[in-house]
C-alpha cells in the first residue's frame, strides 16, 4: 500500500513535471507579457533538435564525454531558442502588442514555417538565407550611415530586395547543380529524429517492484532548478526587478526610464530559451521531430490558463494537479481506490484510459474555469481593472 | 480639435503606449514626463473633445512645437505613399517572376520549391507520356511515412522509364499533396481523375484517408493502389491493396506470439480506426486459440505521455507476458523509451509492433528497440536478388543512410504490377487494366507476388527482431506466400464472407462455403 502511494505519487509529481518544464516558458511569454505564443511548441522542438546536433557533434568526439552531452545540450538549446525568440520578438511580435488576434495568427503562422524549415532545411537553404540577411540587411546598414538615408531608403529597398534575393537564389541553384545531393540533402528531413539519452540517463533505481525512471528523476530535477532560476532571476536581479514592473505597469515603467522594449525582448528571450530546455528534457521521453511541439501546446496553454494567468506559482500547482489527475483516473488508480463505493468505481473504471483520461481532466478544467475563470491563482491589482 | 503634445525623454515613443488608457491617466502620465526628463523627443496624440479641455488647464504647451511634430508626422505618413506602393510592389513582383522564370530548369534545386507540390513538368508533351496520379501527404503529420513511399514510386516510375516505359509511352507521375488531412485528398483525387485525366492512381497510407477516397474512386471507377499494411473488412472493385492483410501480418504474428513467447497479452493502440478493428481481431483470435487479453489501453494521436500505461502493464502483468503494439506516430517512441525507463525490458516484456518499420526504428533508436519484434512482409534484410537490387537503386538515388521498409516495398510493386496490367491489357482504359490484373505475378523484393482475385496480394509474412544496427534479423518467415483474406473470419460479423471481382455475380462480399 505505502509502495502504491508513493508509485502514484511519483508518478503523478513525473507528469506533472514535463507539464511544468513546458509551460515555464508560456508562463513568462503568456502570463507575463500577455503575448499568446503558438510558436511555443515549435521553440521546444527547436530545442530538442538542438540536442539532436549537440548529441551527434559529441557522438564524433566519443569517450567518456559523450555521458555527459545533456548538460552542454541543455545550454546550446537555451542559447539557441533564446536567440530564435529575440528575433522572433524584434521581427514579428513586437510590432503586434496589444493585438493578441493578430499576435495568435501570426504566430501560429511561425510555428508552420519553423515546423516545414526543419523539414526541408539543407546547406542550400541556410546559405541561400546567409547571403540574403548579409547583402539585403549589410546593404542598409553600410547606407544608413548616409545622412540622406531617410530620403533614399525606399529607393534602396526597392532595388535591394529583388537584387539580393535574386543572388542569393542564384546561388542556391548553382550549388545544387554543381554538388548535387552533397548540398541539397535535408539536414533532418522529415523523419523523426533519435536522441539517445546517455547510459546514466536510460534504465531506473529500483524500489522494491517499482522502479523510478532515471529520465524522470532528470526532468524533476531540472524543472526544480528551473523554477528556482526563474524565482531568483525575477526576485532578485535589477533585470528581473524590471521585468516585473514592465508587467505591473508599463506606461508608469517607461516614465521611471525603464527600457521597456529591451525588458520585453530580454522577458520574451528568456521564456523561449525555457521552452529550448524543456524541448531537450522532452527528447528523453518522447520523440523529436518536426510535430514534436504540437504535441505540447494544448497542455501547456491548459496549465498556464488553470494555473492563473501572470501568476508563477499558479503555474506549478496547476501543472502538478493536473499530470496527478491524469495519472490516477488514467492508470485506474483512483478506481482501484474507490473499489468499496461500487458506483464511483465503476464511473473511474470506465475513464480508466489515456484517452478517457483525458476527456475526464478536460471535463474538469472546464467545470473548474466556470467556477473560477481566472484560474487557481486570478490576477489582482490595478491591471486588471483598467 | 487634435493636440501634439510634445514632451522628452530618452526612451521616445515609449508613450504612444499610453494609448489604452482613460484620458485623464494619459495626461498625468504625459504631464510626468514633461516635468521629469529633459526636453527632447516624445510625442503622443491626444484627442480631445470639448467636455475635456478642462483637463488641460494644468498643461502647458509650446504650440510652436505642437505645430512642427504635426508637420513630420504628416510627412511620415506620405512618405511611402499610395502610387509608390503600386510602383513598388509590382516592379518586385515582376523581379521575382523574371527570376522563377531562369530558374525554372532546376526548379527541383532551390530552395523555392523543396517545400511545395511539385508537379515533374519534364514531359515532352502530351502524345507519347502516361499519366498517372501520385497522391500523398508531403505536409502534416504523416508526411513522416508517406514522403518515403513517394520516393519508392518515383523510383520504380524512373526504372520503368529507363527500361522503356509502358508500351512505348514514358510514365509522367503527377503529385498531389494530400496534406494528412482526409478531406484534402478527396478533393485532389477528384482533380486528379477530372482535371488531370490520370490513368491510375497509387496514394493514401492511413486507412481514414483512403476511406475518404473511396465513395470518389466508386463513383468514377477509377483505380487507385493502396500500399499499406490495413486492418482489412473491405473489398471494393476499384482499390487494388498491395500491402499486407490482416491475415497476412497480424494473425500470423500472434500465433507465433502464442507459441513461442505467452499467452498473455496486453494490446496498446493508438486511438483511431486501425488499431481498435486491429484489437477486435487480436481478441477474438485469441479467445479462439486460447490466449488471454489480460488488459488494452488506447493513447491519443500523438499523445507521448505513457506513464499511465505502463503502471496497468505492470499491475496486470506481474511476472512478464506479452504486448501487442498497434499504436501510430509519435507515441511509439515514448513508449519504448518509457518502458525501458521503467524496467519493462523486451526478455521478460516482449513486445511485437505492426507498426514500426525500418524507418520508424532509425527515428525511435535501436538501443531502446533492440530484442522487440515487428510483424511485416517485407524488410530490408530479405535475402533475395530482387531486394538486393531495389535496396541498391534505393540508396544510389536517395542516399546511402536512406533505408527500405515494407509500405516502401508495396508501393513499388504497385507500380510494376500496373505497368505488367497495362502491358497485358495492350490499353490504360481502366476497366481492361483491372480485368488484366487479375493474376498478375511479380518477382518483388519479398519474393514472388500474385494479385489475387480478391484485389488483395499473396504475400509472404516475416517477424523480425530488432538488432544493434537498427535492422530487422528475420526470425520467423512463411515458406510460401500467404494467400490474402480481406473479410475476417475470426469476426463474427464477417465469418464466412470472401471476395472475387474475376467474377461480377459475387462481387466485393459474398457468403463463401
Known amino acids: 500500500m505505502i509502495t502504491g502511494l508513493f508509485e502514484a505519487l511519483f508518478n503523478g509529481i513525473s507528469i506533472g513535471a514535463v507539464l511544468l518544464i513546458a509551460a515555464l516558458g508560456l508562463a513568462i511569454v503568456f502570463g507575463l507579457m500577455g503575448v499568446i505564443n503558438l510558436a511555443h511548441g515549435e521553440l521546444m522542438m527547436l530545442g530538442a533538435y538542438t540536442t539532436f546536433v549537440v548529441q551527434n557533434g559529441f557522438k564524433i568526439l566519443g569517450g567518456p564525454l559523450f555521458e555527459f552531452y545533456i548538460l552542454f545540450a541543455l545550454v546550446f538549446a537555451f542559447l539557441v531558442t533564446a536567440a530564435v525568440g529575440f528575433i522572433l520578438e524584434r521581427g514579428v511580435i513586437r510590432y503586434l502588442y496589444g493585438r493578441p488576434l493578430e499576435t495568435l495568427l501570426a504566430t501560429w503562422g511561425v510555428s508552420l514555417i519553423l515546423q516545414q524549415f526543419v523539414r526541408s532545411v539543407n546547406w542550400v537553404l541556410v546559405i541561400g538565407i546567409a547571403l540574403f540577411c548579409l547583402l539585403f540587411f549589410g546593404a542598409m546598414w553600410i547606407l544608413s550611415r548616409r545622412p540622406d538615408f531617410q530620403r533614399i531608403r525606399n529607393w534602396v529597398v526597392a532595388v535591394m530586395l529583388p537584387l539580393s534575393l535574386g543572388i542569393a537564389g542564384a546561388t542556391g541553384a548553382f550549388l545544387g547543380q554543381s554538388f548535387q545531393l552533397a548540398v541539397t540533402q535535408p539536414w533532418f528531413g522529415a523523419q523523426n529524429l533519435d536522441v539517445t539519452a546517455p547510459s546514466w540517463l536510460r534504465g531506473g533505481l529500483p524500489i522494491g517492484s517499482f522502479q523510478l525512471p532515471y529520465a524522470r528523476l532528470f526532468i524533476i530535477g531540472l524543472t526544480i532548478v528551473c523554477v528556482v532560476g526563474i524565482y531568483v532571476f525575477l526576485q532578485l536581479t535589477p533585470w528581473g526587478l524590471r521585468i516585473r514592473a514592465v508587467t505591473q505597469n508599463r506606461s508608469m515603467s517607461a516614465c521611471l526610464g525603464i527600457p521597456t522594449e529591451k525588458v520585453d525582448a530580454l522577458t520574451f528571450a528568456l521564456g523561449s530559451g525555457l521552452a529550448g530546455v524543456a524541448g531537450c528534457a522532452i527528447s528523453l521521453l518522447g520523440s523529436v521531430g518536426p510535430n514534436t511541439g504540437q504535441n505540447y501546446i494544448v497542455d501547456t496553454f491548459m496549465v498556464v490558463v488553470v494555473g492563473g494567468v501572470g501568476k508563477l506559482v499558479g503555474t506549478i500547482v496547476a501543472a502538478m494537479a493536473i499530470g496527478t489527475a491524469n495519472y490516477l483516473i488514467g492508470s485506474g488508480t483512483l478506481a482501484l481506490l474507490l473499489t468499496p463505493v461500487k458506483p464511483l468505481a465503476d464511473i473511474f473504471t470506465f475513464f480508466a484510459t489515456t484517452s478517457m483520461a483525458k476527456v475526464l481532466v478536460f471535463a474538469l478544467i472546464i467545470a473548474f474555469l466556470q467556477v473560477r475563470p481566472g484560474g487557481i491563482f486570478p490576477q489582482k491589482g490595478r491591471t486588471v481593472d483598467a | ?513
Open chain 2, 1 to 513: 480639435m487634435r493636440v501634439a503634445v510634445l514632451t522628452t525623454n530618452l526612451l521616445a515613443y515609449i508613450g504612444a503606449t499610453t494609448g489604452g488608457l482613460p484620458l485623464r491617466t494619459r495626461l498625468y502620465y504625459i504631464e510626468a514626463l514633461r516635468k521629469s526628463c529633459k526636453y527632447q523627443v516624445f510625442v503622443s496624440y491626444v484627442t480631445i473633445s470639448p467636455r475635456d479641455l478642462h483637463y488641460y488647464n494644468g498643461l502647458t504647451m509650446n504650440v510652436s512645437l505642437v505645430g512642427l511634430i504635426q508637420l513630420g508626422v504628416q510627412n511620415m505618413a506620405r512618405r511611402l505613399g499610395r502610387r509608390k506602393f503600386i510602383l513598388y510592389g509590382s516592379a518586385t513582383l515582376g523581379t521575382s517572376l523574371l527570376l522563377k522564370a531562369c530558374a525554372k530548369p532546376s526548379a527541383n534545386t532551390t530552395e523555392t520549391t523543396t517545400t511545395t507540390t511539385t508537379t515533374n513538368t519534364s514531359s515532352t508533351g502530351g502524345g507519347d507520356t502516361i499519366k498517372v496520379g501520385i497522391l500523398h501527404s508531403l505536409s502534416g503529420t504523416m508526411a513522416i511515412s508517406e514522403k518515403s513511399v513517394v520516393d519508392a514510386e518515383q523510383l520504380a516510375i524512373e526504372e520503368i522509364n529507363a527500361a522503356g516505359g509502358v508500351l512505348g509511352k514514358k510514365i509522367q507521375p503527377i503529385l498531389e499533396d494530400g496534406a494528412s488531412d482526409w478531406p484534402t485528398f478527396a478533393e485532389k483525387a477528384k482533380k486528379l481523375i477530372d482535371q488531370d485525366k490520370v490513368a491510375t492512381i497509387f496514394g493514401c497510407w492511413t486507412s481514414a484517408s483512403r476511406k475518404a477516397v473511396l465513395p470518389v474512386f466508386e463513383q468514377k471507377k477509377h483505380l487507385l493502389w493502396y500500399p499499406v499494411q490495413y486492418e482489412g473488412q473491405e473489398c471494393s472493385q476499384d482499390i487494388f491493396y498491395t500491402g499486407a492483410a490482416p491475415n497476412q501480418q497480424i494473425e500470423p504474428a500472434v500465433d507465433w506470439l502464442l507459441q513461442n513467447k505467452g499467452k498473455d497479452f496486453f494490446l496498446v493502440g493508438s486511438d483511431y480506426v486501425f488499431p481498435r478493428t486491429a484489437n477486435t481481431i487480436i481478441k477474438a483470435q485469441l479467445a479462439a486459440k486460447g490466449g488471454k487479453t489480460v488488459g488494452e489501453d488506447y493513447l491519443p494521436l500523438g499523445n507521448t505521455e505513457v506513464t499511465p500505461i505502463i503502471t496497468k502493464i505492470k499491475a496486470v502483468l506481474p511476472n512478464g507476458g506479452v504486448i501487442f503494439n498497434t499504436l501510430n506516430g509519435d507515441s511509439n517512441v515514448a513508449l519504448f523509451k518509457q518502458m525501458q525507463g521503467a524496467g519493462l525490458t523486451p526478455d521478460k516484456y516482449p513486445s511485437m509492433s505492426v507498426s514500426i518499420a525500418e524507418e520508424e526504428v532509425k527515428a525511435i533508436g535501436p538501443e531502446f528497440l533492440k530484442g522487440h519484434y515487428a510483424s511485416w512482409n517485407y524488410f530490408q534484410t530479405v535475402d533475395t536478388p530482387a531486394n538486393k537490387k531495389f535496396v541498391q537503386a534505393f540508396k544510389k538515388k536517395y542516399g546511402e543512410n536512406r533505408v527500405t521498409n515494407d509500405p516502401m516495398e508495396a508501393a513499388y510493386i504497385a507500380v510494376y504490377l500496373w505497368k505488367q496490367a497495362v502491358e497485358k491489357a495492350k490499353t490504360t482504359d481502366i476497366a481492361a487494366v483491372k480485368k488484366a490484373a487479375l493474376g498478375q505475378t511479380f518477382d518483388a523484393p519479398e519474393g514472388k507476388i500474385t494479385l489475387e482475385n480478391n484485389h488483395h496480394l499473396a504475400k509472404f509474412v516475416r517477424i523480425g527482431e530488432v538488432g544493434e544496427d537498427g535492422l530487422f534479423k528475420i526470425v520467423y518467415s512463411s515458406k510460401e506466400a500467404v494467400k490474402p483474406i480481406p473479410w475476417n473470419q475470426y469476426v463474427a460479423e464477417t465469418k464466412g464472407y470472401a471476395c472475387d471481382w474475376s467474377n461480377p455475380n459475387k462481387g466485393g462480399k459474398y457468403k463463401g462455403t
